[in-house]
């Protein structure tokens, strides 16, 4: 996720752009950079936030420009790598918000062609594609250019001479703001609302050209699309939010795209990139905090079952202190801020106690990267709500991958398997957007249970931990003490803990514990407590034990903690919602937890 901004019209672009690109900043912040073009083409960027930039940049003259802030995902986040990035020439600038998923061999063929890179981002080689395509009409070239593009994008382009913007969007956010005598182009409208509230919405691969006096758009034919411009009536605080009341929200309905950008060109090149080659581990230990201490509890089963190495867990802050033992385990350490002190200190302890590490973080750049052998990206965009949720699905993607790539190593996968569940991996967007649709109906329910002061969750096998991450988020935002534990366990204490005061979230799917779920659910009932079950569509026995049971559409266990996060998220979203908790910044707890 990054933010575009693009400016045609008469006033000094610079100082709009930057203006706009500040409103942006939620979608990225690690580097930023305008071009505008006067009687040349000038262009500055910097490493860092907006403001590094504003700090240190010249006066640039001229009324069309972009700019754009980057949240890195190919490419170190460094000067060299910020956007815009141009051709050889220096002559054409491109801004871009997505991943390009066939950019190594585009660049490898344009190399080859004689053109120079000068970033190691997958971006550059548009500008490149533009280039060698421009033969005097830039909407021609953008056409030409995106057309041997796989991945998703936002492009935004201008070039010297010429007083235009020629923008194009597939599966990344682009919007036209319309002005008098002056238009725009934008992720979204938050960086444009102070300007104008006229906007019109570009489709997958059309290609708009915006001049100062006049917006054409194109389908991928080359034919004139007719568009109506739609009045926006938001405050600049719920379009940063996209409408959504809160982040979390926002970020809890991005999943899908959070899910396909972490599979994008991955798995396919898992054969010819693996991440690990020669002797295959004999055993993983997972480190984490929290939400990413969960992942890894599901990370577990995710591993043992696709590549058969054992795995364990450790707490960051206990690892530190826990005495080495004889095995070399590879060394997993989770973190979507990259910054945990107890989580970089383990990776500093693993390095020193000689383990290969790996870590799996949503920041590029951020510290753990520094520290590790190997990073795998969880592609989920910056999340600002402290509750993490879209970067806890993609760091289950992250180990679906990273467990594949073990069991190809140590040959425990064979390729029918690894096909179907790559299969599985590209259902799961469908199944996420699945439980979104029904938001409506869990905010419901979770106004039925709001008064509730303790909530038990509980789950076997590969959904324990998801009873345990559901727990965590209600507890967090909700303020309702929620505990998870596994169901077989309730019989060892917990079950003294309930009454008809404390609801039972149960998970229910169809696996081979199913049965012994149904057992606990009627056990739970049995002492008063009511039962929130979540289910399979179609599963009526449910009904006969549950109180209330949320339906979701069958899936393959491995695949099923996916989903089932989903509903467990938007059910502690909605019970915080009832109760008028302030959501996206709880209290005394930090988004990033850089003290011991
Ligand atoms: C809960 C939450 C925290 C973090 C934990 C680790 O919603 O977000 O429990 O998971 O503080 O943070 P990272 O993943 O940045 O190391």
């Known amino acids: 996720m990054c933010g575009i901004v693009g400016y ?6 610079q100082p709009l752009l930057l203006d706009s690109l500040k409103r942006l900043e939620y979608r990225g912040y690690d580097s930023s950079g305008l071009a505008v073009v006067g009687a040349s083409l000038q262009l500055f960027k910097s490493e860092g936030e907006i403001a590094v930039l504003e700090g240190k ?15 890195a995902t190919q490419g170190k986040p460094t000067t060299v790598n910020a956007h815009p990035l141009t051709d050889c020439a220096g002559k054409i600038a491109i801004v871009h918000n997505g991943i390009i998923s066939n950019f190594m061999e585009l660049r490898e063929s344009m190399t080859r062609d004689g053109h120079t890179f000068t970033s190691d981002t997958d971006s550059e080689v548009f500008a490149h594609l533009v280039e060698s395509e421009y033969k005097g009409d830039l909407v021609q070239a953008v056409m030409k250019a995106v057309s041997r593009i796989e991945g998703t994008y936002a492009f935004a382009v201008v070039a010297e001479g010429r007083d235009e913007i020629v923008a194009t969007r597939r599966e990344s956010p682009l919007v036209v703001g319309l002005g008098d005598g002056e238009n725009f182009i934008a992720s979204d409208v938050t960086a444009l609302l102070k300007y104008t509230n006229r906007m019109v919405y570009l489709e997958d691969a059309e290609v708009v050209k915006v001049t100062k006096a006049s917006v054409t758009v194109f389908d991928a034919s080359g034919n004139v699309v007719p568009k109506t411009a739609q009045k926006i009536m938001w405050n600049l605080d719920d379009a940063e939010k996209g409408g959504y009341p809160h982040f979390m929200l926002k970020e809890i309905f991005e999943q899908p795209t959070a899910i396909h950008d972490s599979l994008l060109g991955r798995i396919e090149s898992l054969d010819t990139e693996p991440f690990f080659q020669g002797t295959p581990y004999s055993s993983v230990k997972i480190v984490a905090c929290g939400t990413s201490y969960h992942a890894g509890l599901v990370g577990k089963y995710i591993i043992e079952e696709l590549s058969k190495i054992p795995t364990t867990l450790q707490i960051s802050s206990e690892y530190r202190y826990s005495p080495v033992s004889r095995e070399n385990p590879l060394i997993v350490l989770i973190t979507q801020s990259g910054e945990t002190s107890d989580t970089l200190a383990a990776a500093r302890e693993a390095r020193k106690r000689g383990n290969k590490t790996i870590a799996i973080a949503n920041v590029m750049g951020s510290a753990i990267t520094r520290e590790v052998d190997h990073v795998i990206y969880t592609r989920a965009g910056p999340e600002i709500g402290v509750a993490a949720t879209k970067t806890f699905v993609t760091q289950l993607i992250a180990l679906y991958i990273l467990a594949m790539d073990l069991g190809t190593q140590n040959r425990t996968l064979s390729a029918l398997a690894k096909r179907s569940v790559i299969g599985q991996l590209r259902n799961l967007p469908r199944a996420v957007q699945d439980v979104l649709n029904k938001s409506s109906e869990i905010e419901e329910l979770a106004k ?9 969750f509980i789950g076997r096998n590969i959904n324990y931990p998801i009873a345990m991450e559901g727990a965590l988020k209600t507890k967090e935002i909700s303020y309702i003490h929620g505990e998870g534990f596994p169901a077989g366990e309730l019989k060892h204490g917990p079950l003294a803990l309930l009454s ?7 998970i229910a799917a169809k696996d081979h514990t199913y049965e012994k779920m149904l057992a606990n659910i009627s056990e739970v009932s049995a002492r008063g407590s009511p039962v929130i079950a979540i289910g399979y569509e179609g599963d009526t026995d449910l009904q006969k034990f549950a109180d ?7 899936i393959p266990p491995l695949f099923s903690p996916v989903p089932i996060i989903v509903a467990l998220q938007l059910w502690s979203y909605y019970l915080a919602k009832e109760r008028g908790c302030a959501i996206d910044k709880p209290r005394n707890i930090a988004k990033t937890v850089t003290v011991e």
């Open 8 to 13: 045609v019209g008469s006033r000094e672009a």
């Open 57 to 71: 940049m010249p006066r640039m003259q001229g009324s069309i420009g972009i700019a754009h802030t980057r949240w």
């Open 448 to 456: 039925k249970y709001a008064s509730a002061r303790d909530m038990f």
């Open 548 to 554: 209330d049971v949320i339906y979701i559409r069958e």
């Open 500 to 506: 008809k005061d404390s609801p039972v979230v149960a």
